[in-house]
C-alpha cells in the first residue's frame, strides 16, 4: 500500500492535471482512515476552492457566449456539490431571467440573498423578478435594500424609479430617476422615463428637455426620439 506521503504526491499531482475528482476521491480515502490528518483536510479545503474557481469560471464563459441552457445545468451541478455558493446561484437566475423562466430566476436570486445578505446585484436581481410578477411592494423593498447597501448604486436607483412610473407614482418616480441621473450623468434610459414621469403629469417642457437629453446621448434611441415626438403632438394639442 503507498504511503501517506505518496498518496499526497500523486493528489497534488492530479490537482496539476485538472483531475480535480480523482483527487477529491484519494483525500476522502485518506480521510476515512485517517479523520484527523490535517495535510488532508488542507488539501481538501485547497481541492474546493479550485474546483469552485473552476466550475465558476466555466458557468462564466457560456454565460457570456449566451448558452443559458448549458449554464443552467452547469450550475445545478455544481449546487449539488456545494449550495452555498452566492456567485453560482446569481449566474443560474441570470440565466433563468434570459430564457423567460422569471420563477425560477426569482428563487435562485432569494438563494442569492440568502448566502449573502450584502450582495447589491442579488437584491437589484430579485426586485426586477418580483417586478416582473407583479409583486410591486416586494420588488420596491428590494430595490431599496440594494440602495441601503450601495447609496450610489445607479441601476437600482433607476429600476425603482421606473417601478414607480409604473405604478403611478410619478412624483416618486422623478425624484429617484434623478437621483440615477446625478450619479450616472449619462444614463440615457433614465432621462427617458423622467421624461415619460413628467409627460404623465403634463409637464410638457420638462419632458422635452429630458427626452433631448437622452437623445443627445444617443441619437439612436428609437423609444426617446418616438416620446419625443409624442410629447410635441401633446402640447400642440392642448394649446390649440
Request: aromatic share 10%; with cysteine.
Amino acid at each position: 500500500m503507498p504511503s501517506l506521503d505518496m498518496q499526497f504526491a500523486k493528489a497534488k499531482r492530479l490537482v496539476r492535471q485538472g483531475k480535480y475528482q480523482d483527487a477529491r476521491a484519494l483525500y476522502n480515502s485518506i480521510l476515512e482512515k485517517y479523520p484527523a490528518n490535517k495535510r488532508a483536510k488542507q488539501g481538501m479545503s485547497k481541492l474546493g476552492e479550485l474546483i469552485e474557481l473552476s466550475a465558476i469560471t466555466t458557468i462564466s464563459e457560456n454565460f457570456s457566449k449566451g448558452r443559458y441552457t448549458e449554464v443552467v445545468e452547469l450550475a445545478k451541478d455544481f449546487i449539488k456539490i456545494k449550495s452555498n455558493s452566492s456567485i453560482v446561484w446569481n449566474l443560474l437566475g441570470a440565466a433563468h431571467k434570459s430564457l423567460g423562466n422569471t420563477t425560477e430566476a426569482l428563487d435562485a436570486f432569494k438563494k442569492v440573498t440568502q448566502y449573502d445578505k450584502s450582495n447589491k446585484d442579488g437584491l437589484n436581481n430579485l426586485g426586477i423578478c418580483f417586478q416582473e410578477l407583479g409583486q410591486f411592494d416586494k420588488a420596491i423593498s428590494a430595490y431599496q435594500n440594494a440602495i441601503n447597501l450601495s447609496p450610489d448604486f445607479a441601476e437600482a436607483h433607476y429600476n425603482l424609479g421606473s417601478l414607480y412610473y409604473q405604478i403611478h407614482l410619478f412624483d416618486e418616480a422623478i425624484a429617484t430617476l434623478k437621483i440615477a441621473i446625478e450619479i450616472k450623468q449619462d444614463y440615457a434610459e433614465a432621462l427617458n422615463n423622467l421624461g415619460l414621469s413628467h409627460s404623465k403629469k403634463a409637464d410638457f417642457y420638462d419632458a422635452i428637455y429630458f427626452f433631448k437629453a437622452a437623445i443627445k446621448i444617443n441619437p439612436n434611441f428609437s423609444e426617446a426620439i418616438l416620446n419625443l415626438a409624442d410629447i410635441y403632438i401633446k402640447k400642440n394639442m392642448k394649446q390649440s
